[in-house]
């Protein structure tokens, strides 16, 4: 798939993530290479030396009222939030507008796996009288994406991706074509994840530490996308564009060289690179970068996982001057193979 346009803008962004809340956090992070991993606890039975990125100074109360921050789980949690955040930082109002015009996708590939464990574990242990219903309607992977809509009345296109390390990138290509096809003036797109001791116990069973497991973070980022025109007649200010979203689902073995010039396309006046998922496991697309462009690589510093990409994206934005050209590039082993071409915005 290859779409190109200057109908969509970017005109806010904001994260949570285990540098801190919001995006400065980790800019702050990027600019002095500094990792906010923490060592796993030695209780938790897995290798020595393992990191991970939680985000333990967390509260959610700190973003919404208590009775309702405990009525979610903790991805939840995270998306209200940052959904919160970024909605104020493209001076958006949702009750001023309207709220069938404003949707929101996010990728999601860990969500609710906790609420899970503790639901299943009231079955296993007491049958179907140990069961919490309460806790059910937070097992699934959609319902970050639902009390985020909910929390902040958001009555739009409603989606939630699973699409291994490309969730928050196959989410923003689905909010990115329901404003060009003009069924929403407004929408929310990126990634959220969570990060619980048992999901370390599955990767190390499945002897995944040593590689897809290992340094695994958890959060949320967010980018607000918009319609040019909305945003110019409501005078947003425009902190980026999206030029071209290119996608192949599978490099075939023997065309990979030919499937990764396809995707990247022109990339001469590329001056700054984000990775994400698995791209730098990827050479036939890491031999096409520009030599000189500057790479933007949050996973080292924050931790990764299947939809960290909506921070990564956010980053990436964030990190541009205006009218400077950046190249968002994400892999999973299998495929998809996403590259989003940004650019910067107007001058601070």
């Known amino acids: 798939m290859n779409s190109e346009t200057v109908n969509v803008v970017i005109s806010g962004y904001s994260a949570i993530s285990a540098a801190g809340a919001g995006l400065d956090p980790v800019l702050i992070a990027l600019r002095e290479n500094r990792s906010a991993l923490t060592p796993v606890p030695d209780d938790l039975a897995v290798p020595a030396g393992l990191c991970w990125g939680r985000a333990g100074f967390f509260k959610a109360s700190e973003y919404m009222p208590p009775l309702k921050a405990r009525k979610m789980d903790r991805a939840s949690q ?30 999601c590939g860990f969500g609710g796996v906790n609420n899970s464990e503790e639901f299943l574990t009231g079955y296993f242990r007491g049958g179907v009288e140990g069961l919490t219903p309460l806790l059910f309607p937070n097992t699934v992977s959609n319902a970050p994406t639902s009390n985020a809509s909910i929390e902040h009345g958001l009555k739009g296109p409603n989606v939630t991706v699973v699409q291994r390390f490309c969730s928050a990138e196959s989410a923003l290509l689905m909010a990115f074509r329901f404003i060009e096809e003009r069924r929403a003036d407004v929408m929310l797109a990126g990634g959220i994840d969570e990060l619980t001791p048992l999901m370390l116990t599955g990767f190390k069973e499945l002897g995944q530490l040593k590689r897809f497991g290992r340094q695994f973070g958890e959060g949320c980022g967010i980018l607000v996308l918009e319609s040019a025109d909305h945003a110019e007649r409501r005078r947003a200010k425009k902190r980026g564009t999206i030029d071209a979203i290119r996608t192949i689902g599978f490099l075939p073995p023997g065309k990979e060289a030919e499937g990764a010039r396809l995707l990247m396309g022109d990339c001469v006046d590329v001056t700054m690179v984000g990775l994400s998922g698995t791209t730098v496991e990827t050479p036939s697309l890491m031999e096409l970068l520009p030599t000189d462009a500057v790479r933007i690589e949050t996973g080292p510093l924050i931790g990764r996982s299947l939809a960290m990409g909506g921070i990564a994206m956010a980053a990436l934005v964030a990190s541009l001057k205006p009218h400077e050209t950046g190249q968002h590039l994400a892999a999973s082993p299998e495929g998809p193979y996403y590259s989003i071409r940004f650019r910067g915005g107007d001058p601070v």
């Open 78 to 107: 995270f998306a209200a939030a940052v959904a919160g955040m970024a909605l104020k930082d493209a001076g958006i109002d949702p009750r001023s507008l309207d709220p069938e015009r404003i949707g929101i996708a996010l990728g």
